[in-house]
């Protein structure tokens, strides 16, 4: 268990399990988790032996939203001089995946931190939405451009004019998550997950990751182009060489990392 004031952060194997940790404030981002999520991020991908993270919350909340009380008196120059929350970059940009597992409220931040993860799985009590307009203000962490290339205009105009919830069962139609399961089993059914792709070739995961990323940034044809080079370029690896090899000779494939 390591020592965050406001996360619990231990490891399962080469699975890092993040928890956000302000229950008395249902998860709401402030400066100190932003502070201790890049600090957890940035270890977990310096770390050779992590090959996949996993950050959750509360059974009540994921995260339910910015922090209100610290955004309250602070103005444009304020916010802007200090690029307030321009540091979640640092958390999206992370080189290996990572999935949320998302139970309760997933509300305007949180519901933005929560689509930058790789995949999103969803507890049967998760809620989203981007209720920013409530405040007289908008999505800022990415839900605008996120949630409109996950679930289309209509929907995320829906969500962001009305600022109404979307239920988990709605959430997983709309292509928000990849699945939803029992509350009770989000975490051990996200560190699963998360294990399956921890055992994969370190390289190749980077390089999986990437190619998706990249359709969402280009071109089709830049794109394909862009997935064809890494592929030629994974060739060049010994993971490459092993697991073709472990493939032909029956066998699982063990990893280098080279
Ligand atoms: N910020 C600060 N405190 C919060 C927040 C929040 N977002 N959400 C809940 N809390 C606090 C409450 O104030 C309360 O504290 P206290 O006990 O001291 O009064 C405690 O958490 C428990 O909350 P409730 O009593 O309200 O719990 P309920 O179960 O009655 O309601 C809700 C739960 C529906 C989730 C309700 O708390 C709520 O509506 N919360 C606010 C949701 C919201 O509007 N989120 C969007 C915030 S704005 C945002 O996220 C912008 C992101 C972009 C920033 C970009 C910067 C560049």
Redesign the pocket.
């Known amino acids: 268990m390591s020592d965050y004031e406001t996360l619990l952060v231990e490891t399962h194997g080469a699975v890092t399990l993040v928890r956000l940790n302000r229950p008395?404030?249902?998860n709401?981002?402030?400066t100190a988790i932003l502070r201790d999520l890049i600090d957890a991020f940035a270890a977990y991908d310096a770390d050779d032996g992590q090959r996949c993270l996993v950050l959750t919350g509360s059974e009540?909340?994921f995260?339910?939203?910015?922090?209100?009380?610290?955004?309250q008196d602070q103005g444009f120059a304020q916010?802007y001089g200090a690029n307030?929350?321009?540091g979640f970059e640092k958390v999206w940009s992370v080189r290996k995946p990572w999935i949320a597992a998302v139970g309760g409220?997933a509300?305007?931040?949180?519901?933005?931190l929560a689509m930058m993860a790789d995949i999103m799985i969803a507890a049967d009590t998760a809620?989203f939405?981007?209720?920013?307009i409530?405040?007289g203000?908008a999505?800022?962490?990415g839900?605008s451009q996120r949630l409109t290339r996950a679930v289309g205009k209509s929907k995320a105009m829906d969500m962001v004019l009305t600022?109404r919830m979307m239920d988990a069962v709605e959430a997983e139609k709309a292509n928000l998550c990849s699945k939803v399961v029992p509350a009770a089993d989000l975490v051990d059914e996200a560190l699963k997950m998360a294990a399956t792709i921890a055992g994969m070739a370190p390289l190749a995961a980077i390089a999986n990751k990437e190619m998706v990323n990249v359709a969402f940034e280009t071109g089709l044809a830049t794109g394909i182009l862009f997935e064809r080079r890494l592929f030629n370029g994974l060739c060049a690896t010994e993971d490459k060489k092993e697991g073709m090899g472990a493939f032909v000779e029956k066998r699982p494939g063990v990893w280098t990392g080279r």
């Open positions: 008395q404030a249902l709401a981002l402030n009540k909340a995260a339910a939203g910015a922090d209100i009380k610290e955004m916010m307030f929350f321009g409220f509300l305007g931040g949180g519901c933005e809620r939405g981007q209720p920013e409530k405040l203000v999505p800022g962490m839900g600022g």
